[in-house]
């Protein structure tokens, strides 16, 4: 069983989605996530292939400084968000074999 974050430029950062990229569904799901030094667990019965699990992560963000820019006029800033996140994945096989997966 493999587990990917899938995350493509301009996607809602605060989606945290975990695809299950094996060939065989995966059974009693858990997913520990960290977030920004935050922990939440998701659970789902069933994963199938190449579905998955998310958590939806808006208000965990941090605020930081992406840009500055330091001028005749001031300086001017720009501020963006960013999530850290690790997981740890639980699930049993059909025939209930367990198995852990993680990107820490």
Same mark, same amino acid.
């Given at each position: 069983?493999?587990?990917?974050?899938?995350?493509?430029?301009?996607?809602?950062?605060?989606?945290?989605?975990?695809?299950? *990229?094996?060939?065989?569904?995966?059974?009693?799901?858990?997913?520990?996530?960290?977030?920004?030094?935050?922990?939440? /667990?998701?659970?789902?019965?069933? *994963?199938?292939?190449?579905?998955?699990?998310?958590?939806?992560?808006?208000?965990?963000?941090?605020?930081?400084?992406?840009?500055?820019?330091?001028?005749?006029?001031?300086?001017?800033?720009?501020?963006? /968000?960013?999530?850290?996140?690790?997981?740890?994945?639980?699930?049993?096989?059909?025939?209930?074999?367990?198995?852990?997966?993680?990107?820490?």
């Amino acid at each position: 069983m493999k587990w990917s974050r899938p995350r493509k430029r301009g996607d809602d950062q605060s989606q945290v989605v975990y695809r299950n *990229v094996g060939t065989t569904p995966a059974f009693q799901v858990a997913v520990v996530l960290t977030i920004n030094d935050a922990r939440v /667990t998701i659970e789902a019965d069933v *994963v199938e292939p190449g579905g998955s699990i998310s958590y939806d992560a808006s208000g965990m963000s941090r605020r930081i400084l992406i840009a500055a820019n330091y001028g005749p006029d001031g300086a001017s800033r720009a501020y963006g /968000t960013r999530y850290t996140v690790t997981a740890r994945i639980t699930w049993q096989s059909r025939l209930g074999t367990p198995g852990v997966w993680s990107d820490a």
